[in-house]
């Protein structure tokens, strides 16, 4: 199994950035799909989430970032997707993939990307 990310980096407030995480080992359709972050000091926290295929993919957003993030996720190229737009200095964190199935006992962490917003 692996979740590996990619497209974080420094941004200027009021900028965009778009993370991408690459799955493969499993059936991605199948997993729930979440985005965390972790800044200096503080706990990891649920930044957004996209339900399976059967699910119907429904979404859900932390208050902090509602109206600013968009999560989308391609189940035939097995990627989930961060879209970051209006970024604050406060979103400044390491981002990581998440892939959940509960009912089976799985749950996948990709290694993380840096994302930091300062001018």
């Known amino acids: 199994v692996q979740l590996v990310e990619s497209g974080g980096g420094l941004v200027q407030p009021g900028g965009s950035l778009r993370l991408s995480c690459a799955a493969s080992g499993f059936t991605f359709s199948s997993y729930l799909m979440r985005w965390h972050r972790q800044a200096p000091g503080k706990e990891r926290e649920l930044v957004a989430s996209i339900g399976s295929i059967s699910t119907g993919g429904r979404t859900n957003y932390a208050d902090s970032v509602k109206g600013r993030f968009t999560i989308s996720r391609d189940n035939a190229k097995s990627t989930v997707y961060l879209q970051m737009n209006s970024l604050k200095p406060e979103d400044t964190a390491v981002y990581y993939c998440?892939?959940?199935?509960?009912?089976?006992?799985?749950?996948?962490w990709g290694q993380g990307t840096q994302v930091t917003v300062s001018s």
């Open positions: 998440n892939a959940a199935r509960p009912a089976y006992y799985a749950n996948y």
